[in-house]
């Protein structure tokens, strides 16, 4: 999928301009909202995805349903540039531990959206 800057990550799912959910408060259950890996890539991504930037947002974000899912847990072999997908099960499954899939949303309130300031 195309990378979105964390600003319009905010505002739309980058494909058919439907709002994306609002990110929940801190420990609440992910709504796939997407905030945490637009914002920046975890080390999962950057230990891992080839040539990944340190900064912005991560290669692995995909989009699919409404929500947004982490790629490494879904098909990290296609991420990683591995020859097959024989290895996708387990090392998606070592991923999703390693980042704590379905314990809660752990990133921090992202503040006021720079595309919904006014002057007023
Ligand atoms: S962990 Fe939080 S910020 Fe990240 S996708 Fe889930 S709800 Fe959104
Ligand atoms: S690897 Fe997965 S959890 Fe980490 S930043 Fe990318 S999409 Fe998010």
Redesign the pocket.
């Known amino acids: 999928m195309p990378e979105l800057p964390p600003q319009a990550i905010r505002l739309t799912d980058g494909t058919g301009g439907q709002r994306l959910p609002v990110k929940p408060a801190f420990g609440s259950p992910c709504n796939g909202c997407g905030y945490?890996?637009a914002e920046e890539?975890?080390a999962?991504?950057r230990e891992n995805i080839p040539d990944h930037p340190e900064e912005g947002p991560?290669l692995?974000?995909e989009h699919e349903g409404g929500r947004f899912v982490?790629?490494?847990?879904r098909r990290p072999g296609h991420y990683m540039r591995l020859p097959n997908d024989w290895a996708d099960g387990h090392l998606g499954g070592l991923?999703a531990q390693a980042?704590g899939a379905g314990r809660g949303c752990d990133a921090g309130d992202p503040g006021p959206c720079p595309s919904l300031q006014t002057d007023a």
Do not use: E
């Not at 982490?70 to 847990?73: L, R, S, V, Y």
């Open positions: 945490c890996c890539p975890c999962i991504a991560c692995a974000l982490c790629g490494m847990i991923f980042l």
